[in-house]
């Protein structure tokens, strides 16, 4: 059974960092997209970054570039989003997800597997 758990979230005023963590389990994710997407209160979910397990592409929102890195630690099978220069706008819940690769997508229908999700909540 295939499962994405994601640690890190937490309270932090806005110019903070954060550094979320998404270990998946049940599968080999080497051809998987793995992707962090967010969803504000009464927003929909959307795309933050991705990146493609095997070969390390990455892919970004552009509201997150520059401040956002994703990556992977293989010897740890676990993916990472560093968050940095928080803003109050990027409060939300913080899901980690899983896309059959070799295509990194931004697309929420385009990922199969999700986990239940982290709060970052950023104070003005």
């Known amino acids: 059974q295939v499962q994405l758990v994601e640690s890190g979230g937490g309270l932090v005023q806005a110019g903070g960092s954060l550094r979320l963590s998404c270990a998946p389990s049940g599968r080999t994710f080497t051809n998987y997209a793995m992707g962090w997407f967010r969803q504000a209160p009464g927003n929909e979910r959307e795309f933050v970054a991705a990146?493609?397990?095997?070969?390390?592409?990455?892919r970004y929102a552009d509201s997150v570039k520059g401040r956002f890195t994703i990556s992977r630690d293989s010897a740890k099978k676990t993916v990472y989003l560093q968050l940095n220069s928080l803003k109050p706008e990027d409060t939300a819940v913080y899901y980690c997800?899983?896309?059959?690769?070799?295509?990194?997508?931004?697309?929420?229908?385009?990922?199969?597997?999700w986990g239940q999700g982290t709060q970052v909540t950023v104070s003005s």
């Open positions: 997800a899983a896309a059959r690769g070799p295509v990194v997508p931004t697309g929420t229908n385009e990922y199969v597997h």
């Open positions: 990146i493609f397990w095997g070969g390390g592409s990455t």
